[in-house]
Nanobody, 133 residues
C-alpha cells in the first residue's frame, strides 16, 4: 500500500507561484504513476498533471500546460508541482494520487476519460491553494 502526503498549499496573489510536494511512502516511482488533481467548490475533481505516466512520460491538462511543471526526486520519494502564473481559477484543494502505471491508459486517453480520478487507488490528503485577484 502506498501512503501519500501532500503539502505546500497557501494563499498567493494572481501571477504568483507555489510549489506543492507529494511524498510517497514507500517510494515506488518505478511502478506507480503519481498524479495531481484539484477540486474547486461545486466542481468535479480534475486531473492536473501526471508523473511517470503509463508511458513513463509527464503530461499536463490543457488548463495548466505551460504554467505548471511536475518533477520528481526518487531519493526523497517526492513529486513536486511547481505552479507559476497562478490565476484565481486555479483556486482549489489539490490532491496527489497514485496508481500502478500498467493499469492506466496512455496519458492522452487518461486525461480525456470522464472518471479519471477513479483510476487512482491511493490518495493523499488535500492541500488548499487560494489565488486572490
Amino acid at each position: 500500500e502506498v501512503q501519500l502526503q501532500a503539502s505546500g498549499g497557501g494563499l498567493v496573489q494572481a501571477g504568483g507561484s507555489l510549489r506543492l510536494s507529494c511524498t510517497a511512502s514507500p517510494a515506488a516511482f518505478g511502478i506507480y504513476t503519481i498524479a495531481w488533481f484539484r477540486q474547486a467548490p461545486g466542481k468535479e475533481r480534475e486531473g492536473v498533471a501526471c508523473f511517470n505516466c503509463q508511458d513513463h512520460s509527464i503530461y499536463y491538462a490543457d488548463s495548466v500546460r505551460g504554467r505548471f511543471t511536475v518533477s520528481g526526486d526518487n531519493d526523497k520519494g517526492t513529486v513536486y508541482l511547481q505552479m507559476n502564473t497562478l490565476k484565481p481559477e486555479d483556486t482549489a484543494v489539490y490532491y496527489c494520487a497514485a496508481a500502478e502505471s500498467r493499469s492506466l491508459p496512455t496519458p492522452r486517453l487518461l486525461f480525456k476519460s470522464p472518471n479519471m480520478a477513479r483510476r487512482f487507488d491511493y490518495w493523499g490528503q488535500g492541500t488548499q491553494v487560494t489565488v486572490s485577484s
